[in-house]
């Protein structure tokens, strides 16, 4: 095996064996286990790099392993692979950073970085999968290594949490295999290809009803961990798990390869063509505008943070379904820099929950009055994430918007520029007053169970993740027009997608 | 009806008059006995068959498989009468209760 | 060395090793752990060669003694016998090194030599050629594992052997009433020769029926599992493994021959279809009473029942692809199901019982146990990447290419179902507890063994290419259609 086809193993093995020793480590070894976890976190970030060089000077890498007859195994790097990979690598390193800090002297940190590596390594898998089969692969045992770590606390609660989630996900996983399985017994074949296959593959005989039918079910597949309304309702729950799975599933693993998947199926199987000839992009996009506003308007009205946060996520993440369902390449860039942007600026929302929760013992919205005071850094990260999300130049969250509400116009769809604005005024309505009240509020007395303070407001392996990742969200929005900035990718993949 | 059809026809109907015991009665020694009277049936169909019209020797291989067929049988007898036994030793009772528990 | 590897009779060897390991395990009791080690690892020694054999050479027989058919015993040996023979090495291994763990010393030695003797009669059920021959195996194989099932001497055991006795009976002189009409109408008992000869009749018909019912009832098929669940739960655990993982398999196996070598299609009185719906019912009934079960050890019973009714949706497919999946399934089925069972072995060996709800108390305290089956559950639910996934891939792919969708909707509804009944004993092992019990400490070996096969059988699914493969070996499908 050549270095081309043994960097995505390689990419993959680099959080799959650190993890897998893990779970062998006695809970006591703490340095080891730190030590494995940022090793195996740097090596992949740098792995990524020589790859994403690779591919800017025209290597291409593919993996093909044999599964079954006519199928194969196949891991390759295409401008949207690399854009995740790069994504989930980055956020992976500050993560990991994070949790060591999180779970200091808690139980079972064994067990949860065990999984908590394979959750990655399968997040890493869906990014690279080169063909339907390989996703789904990665994408089930994405569900099964993130059930660990939803039910990580051990409480009913938890439990019950867990049961959810697999009861949407495992659900969500078999219909998309049936689709699946169906489109290969129609195609004979599951790369991904730009343009997609199935209009070139699918027989004469082929009825477009069974390939819409198809479409339903991959997208229902799909939309279940993109957290789609009606399929989002395990998200809020699995808010029990500790602060950074929150964070690594909204803004990495879970929701996002839901999100990526409808970006793969839409271009890559169907191809935007295609899927706009079947009538299915417009209803689709319907979908995800409703979400946007469903889930804004039940973000408004939750007290516990997180639980807001959650809903904050559905709505956003169906910006990125609702960029790629509205035919047109500039809504397209909208969209895919969406899944970087929402990703930089979730995590350091749920970074900086977790850091109230950790040190002042503050889970509400009205527990928030004046906790700016206390933790001016925290509060700062958490500003600049929130005025992001909301979509104040010059931040990540305004470049989406921008390219979304002008992509939508272009495409002659006004309808979506209403949803923006619409969405865009409930976030302001969530998420400002929680600004005011932490800084301009008097605290209303002791917080609910604060730590003993040191010199810093909280630990610096807490506030540490939080800065990085706000001024990430804040780099790529200021400088977007610089080479390899996300935007820059994005607009390489929908001039593929478009420009034939 | 040549007498090589009856004999066959009689086995079949003693595998049927086993297997209808066999679930019918309750008592152990009674479905053991049933099992056999099943297996001879089983034999009496093979020797029957054995014997080609046309020919004057037998076919050998149905022979050879009674033969093995009934030591076969008579070491399932045994164990299962062992079984019976234990059974008995153990519950006092011949008979399999209805519903069954740890 | 090749010469010798390509042309020496394994297949022999598979038999004799296995009996003389009972013979010597019954005659030098001292030595009997290491005796019975030095067997199983024989007998994977001796599949390993007869693959090599079967690979550069392809399918072969063997008579025994120089002694032909219609008298002599003739040995045959294919893809689809290697790989019911590398799974009964590779289970049977692991369950002797389980048993030498779980067992008492004095029990031991009343598990080795019966135990070697199913061993001996599985694999010569798999190596048979001839239709008489596999009654025979079928016979033995039936009476080892009634006897391994009644070893405990408890009560529920004893019931549970008893009944399982009469049903293997019943179903062993079904099969028997059969072989003698097929032998009857067309002089034979060879697979080859019955090939060319069978033809439509009506002594076809009902000597396929009366086979096809007896191996039903054999491998449990719904509604003759009646016997399994009892006798599966109450033997000891390593005897459920080798029961779930091997001697199932041995009378479906046998219908698997008959259907696709001797008898093309619609030469039974019994439809496949009608087969595969009594295969949904199995599903879903099994399936359910997982769901419903409070002990471990019904639980991985019930979902054998289950399993099996996944293998009779292949009669109504019979395409290349829908046996393909069957047959891995078997595969991956053997080594998850019986890492299951060795998983709650050490269960019951810990903590005394396996009583689902107090799990909490237990799993903390065996992670690798717990590992073990939850990974053996990632393939029963057929989740990538175990062996199930690749399995149901196939079948799913199997009916929607012929058209019947409704088997793929049974497929995929059936491991919806494993899946809940698997996690809800996974969950509760999450659960923060202090409540001590009295615990046994669990020899790290059995430990190790269950997680190995559990590992096994997840990696499957990422080897399956070359099982795939090994199957056409000897060109058994060669009568198929494709699609």
Redesign the interface.
Known sequence: MNSSAALPLLILGSSLLPGLVIFFLPESRVRTRSALNLLGALLKLVLVGVMVWGVFNGTSYETRLPLIPGLDFVLHADALSLLFVTLSSVLWLVTTIYAIGYLEDSPHRSRFFGFFSLCVTATVGVAMAGNLVTFLLFYELLTLATYPLIVHRGTEVARLAGLSYLRYTIAGGALLMIGTVWLYTLCGTLEFTYGGFVHELASASTSRESLVVIFVLLIAGLGVKAALVPLHGWLPQAMVAPAPVSALLHAVAVVKAGAFGIVRVIYDVYGIEFAANLGVTLPLAILAAATIVYASVRALFQDDLKRRLAFSTISQISYITLGVATVGPIAAIGGIVHLVHQGLMKITLFFCAGNLAETLGVHKVSEMDGVAHRMPWTMAAFTLGALGMIGVPPLAGFISKWYLGTGAMAAGQEWIVAVLVGSSVLNAAYFLPIIYAAWFREAKGAWPAEQPRGSAETRWTLLLPPLVTALFALAVGLLASVPFSPLEWAQLIAEREYGR | MTTETLYALVGVGLFILGLYALFVRANLLRKILAANVMSSGVFLVLVALARRTGTVAPDPVPHAMVITGIVVAVSVTAFALILMLRIAMKTGQTELPDTWSE | MEVIITTFPWGVVLILVPLFGALSCFMWPNVARYLALSTAFALVMSVIALAVRLITTGSYRHEIGGWGA??GIELFADGLSLLMLAATAVVGFAVTVYSIGYFPNRQLLRFLPIWFLLLAALNALFLSGDI?NLY?AL??TG?AA??LT?MS????A??????Y??AT??GS?SY??GV?LI??SFGS?DFMILAERVEASPATWSALGLMSIGLALKTALFPLHFWLP?AHA?APAPVSAALSGLVVKASFYILLRLWLEVFPAGHSLIPGEFLGALGVCAIFWGGLQALRAT?LKLLIAYSTVMQVGYFFLVFPLATVVAW?GVLFLLLSHALAKAAMFLAAGNIIYFAGHDRIVDFDRIAQQL?MTL?AFALAG?CI?G???GGG??A???M??AS??SGQWWW?AAL?LG??VA?AYV?KVV??S???TTVREKTNVVPVLMEWTALALALASVLLG?V??WP?AWMEIGGVFAGVPAR
């Open positions: 219609p008298l008489f025979v016979e033995l009476l009634v006897a009644a001497g408890g009560r529920a004893l019931i549970a052997a008893m009944r006795l009469f009976l019943v002189m028997l009433l003698v032998y009857h008992l009892p109450s002990r393909h992670p590992a990632v639910m989740l990538p990447p996934f690749i149901k891939w196939l799913v792919q929607l290419e793929a995929i491991s919806l899946a996690f969950g509760h999450f659960t923060q990422l399956a290419s795939l």
